[in-house]
């Protein structure tokens, strides 16, 4: 008999209805126009679910308040994890402490882990006790702690300390000049009502790195490196959400990825063991992309880990991680089969 997989997903309001789904009201509260940036497009869960029927029975079981029930009414073999969640801190782990709680097995990182690289903020306080290389760093709590950010070196990066998908991280969020620093702060502070990184500014190349797989089979696939030369004239070098969501559109693409990266064996070398390391230290499984970026001495320094990795299917958007596997070698569909192989190896 074929092994049976539940899909967990979120996808974007207005494209359950491609799937055949009614929105779910009650999960539908949020708002700002960046709300459902983390969640799955339908051609994305599609396309896990035409990967994943070639070997098992699929179902989707769409995380939104019937989530409990969806599963009690379908039991399945495995989960496939890729929900997002909505509010909250602990958005990423619900749906895997459920899991958990009801011994159902899952593809991907458990609540704590996801919990914590979601956490930015916490993720680099573990990795700092590891020793594994990350950017110095300060967390800003309250406006009264904003106000006492005048030590802090610049330029320096501010970014909220739960949040993915480049959410609340603008070209603006670079701050190089001293009397711009507690504002930006104080405006996060209050937009995003969660703590606030404010970490030193790495100016050297970025870089992302896809692992695959679980010790010792772990493996890292060709690193991706982020270019910034075909940003708008004046933009800053990042990453973040005009990059991703707002200038580079299907009329005028922009090249931002290069893969594999020209590096030398050294570099590599030294990126490839920030990642792992970064993975091992935060208990990461199956697998994960890990972002970094290199000091202005050119050591690689871990932004943050991303253990629900973005896997949009078209090789033209900005997922890596289908990126990285494309460069070597791998298909989407033997992409996710390698997931769910590396989970079905490590349940034994
Ligand atoms: N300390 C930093 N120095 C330089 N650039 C940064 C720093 N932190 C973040 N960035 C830029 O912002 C982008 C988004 O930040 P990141 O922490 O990866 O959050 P997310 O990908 O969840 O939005 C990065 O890809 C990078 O371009
Ligand atoms: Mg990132």
Redesign the pocket.
């Known amino acids: 008999m074929r092994m049976k997989i539940g899909i967990a997903c979120n996808v974007k309001p207005l494209e359950l209805a491609e799937l055949g789904m009614e929105e779910d009201p009650p999960s539908i509260t949020a708002a700002g126009e960046d709300a459902y940036a983390e969640w799955d497009t339908a051609a994305t869960v599609r396309a896990v679910e035409r990967a994943l029927a070639s070997r098992y029975d699929t179902v989707f079981l769409v995380a939104n308040s019937g989530f409990a029930e969806k599963l009690d009414r379908a039991p399945v073999d495995l989960v496939f994890n890729m929900v997002e969640g909505l509010h909250g801190a602990f958005r990423e782990s619900l749906v895997p402490a459920l899991l958990e709680e009801r011994g159902v097995p899952y593809t991907g990182s458990d609540p704590l882990t996801l919990a914590l690289c979601l956490d930015?903020a916490r993720a680099k306080e573990v990795l700092a006790f590891h020793g594994v290389p990350t950017?110095p760093f300060c967390v800003v709590h309250d406006e009264a702690e904003a106000a006492a950010l005048n030590g802090f070196g610049l330029p320096a990066?501010v970014?909220p300390a739960a949040?993915?998908?480049?959410?609340g991280?603008f070209d603006a969020n670079?701050v190089r000049d001293r009397a711009a620093l507690a504002p930006k702060v104080r405006e996060l502070l209050r937009q995003y009502r969660q703590p606030v990184l404010v970490?030193?500014?790495?100016?050297g190349r970025?870089f992302t790195v896809a692992v695959l797989g679980n010790p010792p089979d772990r493996r890292v696939l060709p690193i991706v490196e982020?270019n910034f030369n075909d940003l708008p004239p004046g933009a800053n070098?990042?990453?973040?959400y005009e990059a991703k969501w707002v200038w580079d559109t299907p009329e005028k693409p922009l090249n931002l990825f290069t893969c594999p990266a020209p590096v030398d064996g050294p570099l590599c070398e030294a990126l490839e063991r920030a990642a792992l390391d970064a993975c091992r230290v935060l208990r990461v499984r199956d697998w994960c992309r890990v972002?970094l970026?290199l000091d202005e001495r050119g050591a690689p320094q871990v932004?943050?880990l991303?253990p629900l990795p973005g896997i949009l299917p078209d090789p033209r958007e900005n997922s890596c991680f289908p990126k990285a596997a494309a460069a070597a070698g791998l298909t989407y569909e033997e992409m996710i089969h390698r997931v769910v192989d590396a989970a079905l190896a490590r349940l034994g």
């Open positions: 930015k950017a990066m970014k949040e993915g998908s480049s959410k991280i670079c970490e030193a500014f790495l100016p970025e982020i070098p990042v990453y973040g972002d970026r932004m943050e991303n």
